[in-house]
């Protein structure tokens, strides 16, 4: 079936641009979230839908970044202002919800990533 | 998540097994143990789980010790492949966010 899907898959911008990032996850998921992966680096949780919940922003570095998750799916990351720190592989991924989580499995299924580049 | 350490890097020869160590001391008796990958280039991948018992899946094998303080990732014949980073990492229960640490780079020798 259809895995995590992101687009672009790669995203060269000028410093203080608006960016866009976007994440189709796996039907029937509905926790969602954003990492980044800096060059050498771990990943980096950023934020986190689940279902209709308010959304944990408890990682985003900054105030230039946004998420919104229309109708329970698609996901868009917002960056806005764009800095050259914010390069980076930006990753979403998704999970079963929680009530088939008894055993507390919480498998993430991760997309490609988008490759940003700021210039 | 409970803290895990994993060797910075490990080498195999392709088409030998491969064992993976991580160390999860402070590891909670309901604390299940996950392994990703990271191919280069890709996101993460799932692995493998389990709590107490050894596990087998077509991908890999996971052996958890008997105090549940450590755990191995075993590969049973590495690929050119299976160079990846490899993450040990104990997901709090429902849908968190994952933390992943350093994890293990692999390099498969031909």
């Known amino acids: 079936g259809a895995g995590v899907s992101q687009s672009p898959s790669n995203k060269v911008t000028e410093k203080g641009k608006d960016v866009e990032l976007r994440c189709d996850p796996i039907?029937?998921?509905?926790?969602l979230y954003w990492y980044r992966q800096s060059l050498g680096q771990g990943l980096e949780f950023l934020i986190y839908f689940q279902g209709n919940s308010a959304p944990d922003k408890s990682g985003l570095p900054s105030d230039r970044f946004s998420a919104e998750r229309t109708g329970g799916s698609v996901s868009t990351l917002t960056i806005q202002r764009t800095q050259q720190e914010d390069s980076a592989v930006y990753l979403c991924?998704?999970?079963?919800?929680?009530?088939?989580?008894?055993?507390?499995?919480?498998?993430?299924?991760f997309g490609a990533g988008t490759r940003l580049s700021v210039l | 998540d409970a803290k895990t350490t994993q060797p910075n890097s490990m080498e195999s020869n392709e088409e030998e097994p491969v064992h993976l160590p991580c160390n999860h001391s402070?590891?909670?008796?309901?604390?299940?143990i996950h392994w990703y990958r990271q191919l280069p280039s890709q996101g993460p991948e799932y692995v493998i789980h389990g709590l107490t018992s050894n596990v087998n899946n077509r991908m890999a094998s996971l052996a958890i010790a008997e105090d549940r303080k450590s755990s191995t990732l075993i590969l049973h014949r590495a690929t050119l492949r299976d160079a990846a980073v490899y993450y040990c990492?104990?997901?709090?229960?429902?849908?968190?966010?994952?933390?992943f640490g350093k994890g293990t780079r692999l390099s498969v020798i031909a």
């Open positions: 991924a998704s999970s079963f919800p929680a009530s088939g989580n008894r055993e507390g499995k919480n498998i993430q299924y």
């Open positions: 990492i104990l997901p709090f229960s429902g849908n968190t966010p994952l933390v």
């Open positions: 039907s029937g998921h509905t926790a």
């Open positions: 402070t590891i909670s008796g309901t604390d299940y």
